[in-house]
DNA sequence: CTGAAAGCGCTTACAG
DNA sequence: CTGAAAGCGCTTACAG
């Protein structure tokens, strides 16, 4: 294949048009050098009127940074295109390309996945949306020289539980909200269905409804509260229709705790069947708002999560990572919780 | 920032470590040149024991190729990660980097940035998941020579709607057996509740729509056929929930053809809402096979769509583009209905 | 079958 | 404040 085409300026062409050296252009450019306001105007213009772009690729072999990062994504997960947005969002204007992968299997292939990426030396960084094992995450704590060669590896959500914040995506805050409101609204009988045990956010929700519930059975008020356990540990809503099935007769009437929508939608399922009503027998609460949650008859209960800003958020943190940064403090919440009929009528503070 | 560390290998040193020229090296790992086996084999050896990774940007500069290709999303489609998913698996395997873009606005707006992302010449190729006006699209039938300095675009779905086959993405041939098999259990008063003009998917479900009803009453048997127009036009459940409020009272029996589930669920919910049973007095269909339709009641009759398949088609179609090749074809089905209670009953072929 | 040499387009000490 | 020169790590005609 013969492509008979100009070949695109480069910064020597420019420089020759602006009768200066290729350096001065090269100064111009980056803003590095010391050079005259004059003489970077004209550089400018004339760059910007032929149309130049600096080749990246002699760029990055001079400065030898790739200028390049990766997101590792999984392919089931829907809301990760989301984050992928606003973390592409970040790195662009950061001056990144930003390239995805997605990685599938088990933990133990997921990792091995991140380790050859972080070892290929392509990327300066990676950002991982899916659980892996903590040792691929690079210690930002450590001297930089102890990563020699290998790209620094972050993940979305920190394995690090103590340094859970309300910025976090894994916050499980609203857990405690949810058990909270509908203990107040009389409920006494509880059930969690737990998402995996690989994702923080899925043990973190998990972990806060234990703690509600070891809290409501503290209070003398609310000491009658039944916990009738955490079943479930996949994000299969079928798994969530057969845990429901699996109840005794007596089991209503029941407050389900869902750790995302989807399981959710298997509870309402599995109660339908049963012939529990809902929000009579069986209220509900999900997870990440889904677009057809609230849509369901009764409509979903949820947690509206800012998936875009959570992604620009972890991709802020990678390049800071990257440059050697500390990393930003963003506390803000990203969660917000959408109150709908699944959790019945309730007095909302 | 300092990086003291231990420059990674380059051809140069693995040449010295085997012994041999650094041309050798290139010849031995390009497989280009003619090298004996002995050769190869002992450098190939070196290469690995050392870790070489050839240096992408230096290979980049010398052969001006870029080796990368870019994927363009919108931030609204969740299952456009899947179609991203089985994109990056073909470039990967084809040995190219592949860059995710996500643009967002009017169809404008986006073709503008795919125009941008096109003319920036960082990318052999750009394959666009969302609509975009056809004028960026490469004409591929063109001379090389045409296509000057510009990256290679692809669409994921073609606007040439006569080129349609089974194996696209927007091949809306189970329209018709939505219409035909309810025809056969007897109904007789059908609505569209369609998607956007600007997808081709959403415009290939309308005409089908159309043309099926057309058929059923040129049919003496079905001639009593009767539909009650196309509403919609937007990814928007909750219009699908107004086009049913405003439906006149004496509606149903109701046949309702969605453009996706996410507006079969709208329609499910605007239903219930006016006391209308499903599916008794209203039958639905979907597209999509979103997780939670299983988990509906009633379940949602829908298409599944292999959408990890459709994003590895189109992304062979554009590596083919890049380099020059024909078009692969590929004409095996990539969607298939799931029949579900929404329908009702059926005598499904 | 193998090697010496040039050059891809940048950036950056260094000299002026 | 500006320019001449070197060099990043590859690939590829070309010579032997």
Redo the contacts between chains.
Sequence with gaps: ??????N?PTSRDVARLAGVSQATVSYALTGRGTISAATRARVLQVAESVGY?P????R??RTRR?G?LA?V?G?T??????V??GA??VA?AAGY??????VDGDVEERTARVRELAA???HEGVLTLVPVLADVLTDLGAA??D???ESVVVAEATFDEHMRSAGDLADAGPVAVFVETLLAAGHRRFLHVAGPDQYVSARARRDAYLAAIDRAAADPATADVVSLGVVGGTWS?EDA?LAVQALPDDAPPLAVVAAN??LA??V??GA?ERGWSAPGDVVVTGWDA????????P?LTTVDVDF?EAGRRAMRRLVAAV??EPAPRQDAAVQRIVWRESTGPLTVA
Excluded: C, K
């Excluded at 080749?55 to 002699?58: D, E, K, R, T």
């Excluded at 997960?77 to 989301?82: K, Y």
């Design positions: 294949m013969i492509r008979i085409m100009p695109p772009r080749n990246l690729a002699a990055s072999m790739t390049r997101v994504s392919p997960l829907d809301h990760q295109l989301r992928l947005a592409g969002e662009t390309a930003v390239e995805t992968r997605t290929a030396g392509q930089v020289a990563r020699a060669g809503p229709r929508d989807l939608a298997g309402l399922r339908a889904a677009a057809m949650g609230a849509y369901l008859t409509s875009t440059r050697g």
